[in-house]
């Protein structure tokens, strides 16, 4: 199961601080406090944009890992919020999602790949962005009203940040279960939502 681990950190931040060492589980958010065992269990390995780590912990009684995925991490697909974001910014900007191609999956680079894969990428996300933010948008009528919905620059614009999805996990926070990649998290177990608990941390006590 995943966790929100609230954080300002950008990546490259959260890596060179080593941020995965001081992230901390205070208590099972499935089980009444003191009543299980649980305990750390290390950290898994994330490859995209460059190595790092997350934390985890596990409770025995729950047979469930818990990771503690900080924000600026994208959940359930690889890579960074920020760099989710800023493909969908680009291509909104751009002439054609393939100019946007060309210009983040280069031809030329080492690790290149076809056009044609490239496009499917940038689309990739672009889809992901959009239908994240009118789902936003639908549930905050009163926050996001006003916002052209499904567009990376008015958000921005509107929230007063290049980092609208970092910014969005911390808004959704308590509805996290119910939205899609990159920014919502694993659905809580009937447990978490008996305790009336938010998706991101439901004992309030990840830090």
């Not at 609208?164 to 939205?179: D, E, K, Q, S």
């Amino acid at each position: 199961m995943q966790l929100r681990l609230e954080s300002t950190l950008t990546f490259e931040q959260y890596v060179t601080s080593r941020g995965w060492e001081e992230a901390t589980l205070e208590a099972c958010p499935l089980c009444p406090p003191g009543s299980c065992h649980l305990h750390r269990l290390g950290t898994y390995m994330r490859k995209i944009p460059a190595v790092g780590y997350v934390t985890r912990y596990y409770c025995p009684e729950q047979h469930t890992t818990f990771g503690l995925l900080p924000d600026c991490y994208a959940s359930r697909v690889p890579g960074t919020l920020d760099d989710i974001e800023h493909t969908a910014a680009r291509a909104e900007a751009s002439a054609s999602v393939e100019h946007t191609a060309e210009e983040l999956r280069p031809g030329e680079e080492g690790d290149a790949v076809t056009l044609s894969v490239a496009v499917a990428w940038v689309r990739r996300r672009i889809a992901w962005v959009r239908a994240l933010l009118i789902v936003v948008a639908g549930m905050f009528p009163d926050v996001f009203g006003g916002v052209r919905r499904g567009s990376v620059r008015a958000f921005r614009e509107h929230l007063g940040t290049s980092r609208v999805l970092v910014a969005l996990r911390g808004i959704c926070a308590r509805h996290l279960h119910a939205l899609p990649v990159p920014l919502g998290l694993n659905p809580r177990p009937a447990e978490a939502r008996a305790r009336g608990g938010s998706a991101n941390n439901p004992s309030g006590r990840t830090r």
